[in-house]
């Protein structure tokens, strides 16, 4: 039974798949000089297993029609908030990937116009195809309507604060839309000791590599060069907020004493970025003590709800952050307010 409340539960992390793209992973997964232990072991389930949560989210994730909204009615969740789901088309080779992207956007948009009070699109890139890269997102923003872009993380073992992703990241500044830093496996690099023990997936995996990510783009001086830009976070700011005073110190204790000569003073310190560049949502963390603590130490106009659909698909949860009890205005801020004005919607 769903509460009723004085407020839109707008849901901001929210996935889908489309045949194609399901495709390519398939023919990657046979293919064996595709060496991606992250990818193998994420897509080797949902693509194949056939456990009933691997089923549930596979048929889940094609799904943009009446089964999605049955499913958003059943759990209370006004609004979803709809990207391509993670590794999105970051794990192809570039051409393929901004074809593929193309195409999951196209589809994404109609699904958008047939259920507009209940689809917002976010756009999904090929970030190493910047010029393409660059080209997509203005016409996702622009033409299909979408309010943000989503990055699953690394691209390639690549990550956002090296050079060649420049052009997308000055492009999102400019679109003044905001980049969800969606998260993924680690790349092969990283994954030995996660896949030894299973935890390579979103248990821990997901949010060690994506915080990882994130604090590499802000230590390395991107919201320096790039002030208004925006990123967004899920899984309660992938741990970052619980480390915020820890990485102050630390971070400028160790550009003061000059111990790695490539690492430049910030303009800031490292929390001022978590503050002011970072939008922090509690996908898959239905809990209120990590919730107020990120409202605490980050803000409250700053986090903002999400479900994680169809991955944490688990209707009481939206009952659990109802029952928070925090000030109503704060709640409110949390499901709708700062949805609507962080992807300035028009619903
Ligand atoms: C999982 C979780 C997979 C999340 C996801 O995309 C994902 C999972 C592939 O449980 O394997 O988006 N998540 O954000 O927590
Ligand atoms: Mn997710």
């Known amino acids: ?38 990818f193998r072991s994420l897509w080797g389930f949902y693509g194949k297993h056939q456990s009933p949560r ?25 609004h ?44 999904c890139v090929a970030p190493h195809d910047p010029d393409n890269a660059v080209k997509e997102m203005e016409r996702g923003i622009k033409k299909l309507g979408f309010k943000a872009v989503i990055i699953n993380s690394h691209t390639l073992g690549h990550y956002l604060d090296e050079p060649q992703f420049e052009p997308v990241l000055a492009a999102a500044e400019a679109l003044n839309v905001p980049i969800y830093l969606h998260p993924q496996t680690p790349p092969p690099s990283m994954i030995k000791p996660f896949l030894d023990a299973g935890l390579d997936g979103a248990v821990f995996g997901f949010g060690s590599e994506t915080g990882l990510h994130m604090l590499r783009i802000i230590t390395g001086g991107v919201f320096d060069r790039h002030p208004k830009l925006q990123f967004i976070i899920g899984h309660a700011g992938e741990a970052l907020p619980f480390w ?12 003061r004493s000059q111990r790695y000569p490539f690492m430049k003073p910030l303009k800031h310190p490292v929390s001022h970025y978590l503050r002011n560049n970072v939008y ?22 700053r986090v ?5 659909y169809p991955y944490q698909y688990v209707p009481e949860e939206v009952g659990f952050c109802d029952a ?7 709640k409110k801020a949390f499901f709708e307010g700062n949805p609507r ?4 919607l028009d619903i």
């Not at 793209?21 to 293919?31: P, Q, S």
């Open 54 to 78: 691997a089923k549930f989210i596979h048929e889940s994730l094609l799904d943009l029609g009446a089964k999605r909204i049955a499913d958003m009615d059943a759990s209370g969740i006004d």
């Open 1 to 38: 039974m769903v509460n009723k409340v004085n407020y839109l539960r707008i849901a901001t992390e929210e996935a889908f798949l489309t045949q194609d793209v399901l495709k390519g992973y398939m023919r990657l997964l046979d293919d064996a000089s595709f060496q991606d232990p992250g």
């Open 280 to 301: 922090i949502t509690n996908s898959g963390v239905a809990w209120q003590p990590a919730i107020e603590f990120c409202q605490k130490v980050i803000g409250v106009d």
């Open 324 to 330: 928070m009890t925090i000030p109503d205005a704060d």
């Open 80 to 123: 979803q908030i709809i990207a391509l789901t993670a590794p999105g088309v970051q794990v192809f080779q570039p051409a393929e990937a901004s074809a593929l992207a193309v195409d999951a956007n196209d589809q994404l948009a109609e699904a958008c116009r047939r259920y507009p009070t209940r689809y917002t699109g976010m756009v």
């Open 341 to 344: 004005r962080v992807f300035k």
């Open 304 to 308: 903002l709800y999400a479900m994680d």
């Open 244 to 255: 915020l005073y820890r990485l102050d110190y630390m971070h400028g204790a160790t550009v």
